[in-house]
């Protein structure tokens, strides 16, 4: 079956503009995770959604970025007022359930946003 | 919390062993591990997820000590097809460590 999937694989923005990155989640999947991964860096938790249940935020950077996801499938990550600092690779993972269970997250290609 | 990862960087010559570790200053009740390739998504290898409880895949291993809250995984024998970033994973978020960089030379 298909897997996640993100769009734009690749954006070019300059830097005060506003951007959108979507995600794709396999279908049935509950739970939704955004990371971002700097170059040669770690994965870092930016939000989880999980079915119905209000979003965790705690590890968005700032208030220019937000994310939402509609009728628990697809989500999309926004970013206000791009700086440079938020050039990065942006990665969706899914799973069937939280991840305190027996379920794996499945990533998607991610997309890379590089702020000029 | 993020977990911490030991060590940060590996080289091995193909067919040596390599142990991953990953603690946690909070309670763990699941430990996830992935690979990342360069330039590649992460891609799952295990869950942990009582204490003690030890999981396998192919050469690669995992332990998971509750009570120590920390997790190794072990790499026997390992294969130029190991070289990657190992990243362990713990919480209802997953919030991953740094990483550890595994270098395999042929």
């Known amino acids: 079956g298909a897997g996640v999937s993100q769009s734009p694989s690749n954006k070019v923005t300059e830097k005060g503009k506003d951007v959108e990155l979507r995600c794709d989640p396999i279908?049935?999947?509950?739970?939704l995770y955004w990371y971002r991964q700097s170059l040669g860096q770690g994965l870092e938790f930016l939000i989880y959604f999980q079915g119905n249940s209000a979003p965790d935020k705690s590890g968005l950077p700032s208030d220019r970025f937000s994310a939402e996801r509609t009728g628990g499938s697809v989500s999309t990550l926004t970013i206000q007022r791009t700086q440079q600092e938020d050039s990065a690779v942006y990665l969706c993972?899914?799973?069937?359930?939280?991840?305190?269970?027996?379920?794996?997250?499945?990533f998607g290609p991610g997309t890379r946003l590089t702020v000029t | 919390q993020q977990p911490v990862q030991s060590p940060q960087a590996v080289i091995l010559r193909e067919g040596e062993d390599a142990v991953i570790n990953c603690s946690s200053s909070?309670?763990?009740?699941?430990v996830h591990w992935y690979r990342q390739k360069h330039g590649e998504a992460p891609v799952f290898l295990m869950i942990?997820?009582?204490?003690?409880e030890q999981k396998g895949h192919e050469k690669i291993s995992a332990s998971f000590n509750e009570k120590k809250q920390q997790s190794s995984l072990y790499l026997t024998a390992s294969q130029l097809s190991y070289s990657g970033t190992y990243f362990c994973?713990?919480?209802?978020?997953?919030?991953f460590g740094k990483g550890t960089r595994l270098h395999i030379l042929p």
């Open positions: 993972a899914s799973s069937l359930a939280p991840a305190g269970g027996p379920y794996e997250q499945y």
């Open positions: 279908s049935g999947h509950t739970a």
């Open positions: 994973g713990t919480g209802d978020k997953i919030i």
């Open positions: 942990l997820l009582k204490g003690g």
């Open positions: 909070k309670a763990l009740y699941s």
